[in-house]
């Protein structure tokens, strides 16, 4: 079956979503006070969230921030962290890097990458149980999206609204309403989580804000149904992807349309934001992706290869590298520089129906209509291992935050947690009615969310008795 085809069949299926919590979490947030020092270089905060630490320091006349994210799976990789690690030579290696980080912040610095290697520390060997079960829409849901905390989520549906849940309690926050026709894509404006967009097959996108649930804004402009939205990184950006063959950028602030994105000769159907904000990618049934300059609308690259419908489209985590899949069998590695092809990850017997890197953009996961998934290696592009068990087609996978795990969800009604490196299925998470085409880890990695073909329902499953705060 075609990725049009299951695309379809899967919009129209009756949609059942399962949140799953983690009794351990392996992140959380540590906010440092200022002390008395410099204004150039006093830390406002210091904040690790899920392995990244963003250092924010202010300017001198305090009009701007620079801000250093320290990405602690990079600070692993890059140098040489483990369990035995000698912190201070660590921290003298990562002030050597990291200008702003100064003299006089050593010792908060040490600190919390003590804190990180205690978290490595802990067993990722959690289990997984029902916790709640909640009635949503009044038709079948389309959708599912975390926060990035993973407090609230969303659900889109048949019914013309979109829902806001309190993830811990199962209350029913929002009705987001005010949509014609079905609501088909949603998103939050993570990191930040305070507002919402919907994207409908009235062809229009609207923005909401999260906490009160009243729309700010409806974008109109698109002749067709919209499929896909992203929000950019610094969330002053939404945009839409359409059947129509376009893609629009819309200003949030001022409810406007900024550029369209014109060339594609077939549905728009996957659109990512790089790391920046500054570059945009569009893929298409036309069996291409293109980059965009994402301020002037311009057409960078246009990347051609695949001989099928496009089914995947990111960046890695900096921006380096492009990641696409296809339904050809294959997944392609491109320069986003220069737009060449670097590497064709060949293997599957089926169709390819998603894609992703993990975290850091050292590995690279896919999931095929033959009932497997593979991890390769970003750098020597092989293959590391092969992810045997399911019974069916995996429409669905993503890496945790930290790498060392995956998650798939497939049509033989589980999804399953894996170890990445020997390949090993370490929990089937059953209790699913239909087959599950949407699941992912919230940023902490400590919440996952899927989404299955069965009508009304949501399943919340949990093990989170307490979180391991800093």
């Given at each position: 079956m075609g990725w049009r085809t299951r695309r379809h069949k899967a919009s129209l299926a009756l949609l059942q979503c399962v949140i799953v919590d983690r009794s351990a979490v392996i992140a959380?947030?540590?906010?440092?006070?200022?002390?008395?020092?410099?204004?150039?270089?006093d830390l406002r905060a210091c904040v690790v969230r899920a392995f990244t630490y963003q250092v924010i320091s202010p300017a001198q006349n305090n009009v701007f921030l620079h801000v250093v994210s320290i990405d602690a799976n990079l600070t692993c990789e890059c140098f040489g962290m483990n369990f035995s690690t000698d912190v201070n030579n660590l921290v003298e290696e990562i002030q050597k890097v990291e200008p702003l980080i100064t003299v006089?912040?050593?010792?908060?610095?040490?600190?919390?990458?003590?804190?990180?290697?205690?978290?490595?520390?802990?067993?990722?060997?959690?289990?997984?149980?029902?916790?709640?079960?909640?009635?949503?829409h009044i038709l079948p849901l389309t959708n599912v999206a975390l926060n990035k905390a993973g407090s609230c989520f969303i659900t889109g549906s048949y019914d013309r609204t979109c829902k806001v849940w309190d993830t811990a309690s199962g209350e029913e926050l929002h009705t987001l309403e005010g949509h014609r026709n079905v609501v088909y894509a949603i998103a939050f404006n993570n990191p930040y989580g305070d507002k919402i967009a919907t994207g409908s097959f009235d062809k229009t996108c609207k923005l909401w804000s999260a906490e009160s649930g009243k729309c700010y804004h409806t974008f109109r402009g698109h002749t067709a149904?919209?499929?896909?939205?992203?929000?950019?990184?610094?969330?002053?950006?939404?945009?839409?992807?359409?059947?129509?063959?376009?893609?629009?950028?819309?200003?949030?602030?001022?409810?406007?349309?900024?550029?369209?994105l014109t060339g594609h000769l077939a549905e728009i159907i996957s659109l990512?934001?790089?790391?920046?904000?500054?570059?945009?990618?569009?893929?298409?049934?036309?069996?291409?992706?293109?980059?965009?300059?994402?301020?002037?609308?311009?057409?960078?690259?246009?990347?051609?290869?695949?001989?099928?419908?496009?089914?995947?489209?990111?960046?890695?985590?900096?921006?380096?590298?492009?990641?696409?899949?296809?339904?050809?069998?294959?997944?392609?590695?491109?320069?986003?520089?220069?737009?060449?092809?670097?590497?064709?990850?060949k293997g599957h017997d089926d169709e390819i129906l998603d894609s992703c890197f993990d975290y850091t953009g050292k590995l690279i996961a896919t999931a095929s209509a033959d009932g497997t998934a593979r991890?390769?290696?970003?750098t020597t592009r092989q293959c590391m291992t092969k992810l045997e068990g399911h019974e069916g087609e995996i429409s669905k996978i993503s890496f945790n935050p930290q790498g060392n795990r995956l998650l798939t969800g497939s049509s033989d009604k589980t999804a399953r947690i894996w170890d990445v490196q020997?390949?090993?299925?370490?929990?089937?998470?059953?209790?699913?009615?239909?087959?599950?085409f949407s699941c992912a880890f919230n940023y902490k990695g400590n919440i996952v969310i899927t989404g299955m073909g069965e009508i009304h329902t949501i399943l919340l499953v949990s093990i989170l008795n307490h979180l391991l705060d800093f």
């Open positions: 959380g947030t540590c906010t440092v006070h200022p002390t008395s020092g410099d204004s150039n270089s006089s912040r050593t010792q908060q610095i040490r600190l919390l990458v003590q804190r990180l290697q205690e978290k490595l520390r802990q067993h990722c060997d959690h289990s997984f149980y029902l916790f709640k079960v909640l009635r949503a149904e919209i499929v896909c939205l992203s929000f950019n990184p610094q969330s002053t950006l939404v945009a839409t992807g359409s059947m129509d063959t376009t893609a629009k950028l819309w200003d949030i602030r001022i409810g406007e349309e900024v550029v369209t990512s934001f790089d790391t920046s904000g500054d570059r945009i990618i569009t893929g298409s049934f036309d069996h291409t992706v293109v980059v965009w300059d994402a301020s002037t609308g311009r057409k960078v690259h246009t990347l051609i290869g695949h001989c099928a419908e496009i089914s995947s489209a990111l960046f890695n985590w900096d921006s380096s590298l492009i990641l696409t899949g296809s339904m050809d069998k294959t997944c392609m590695l491109w320069d986003a520089t220069s737009g060449k092809c670097v590497a064709t990850l991890v390769y290696n970003a020997t390949g090993q299925c370490l929990q089937v998470l059953e209790g699913h009615t239909d087959e599950i």
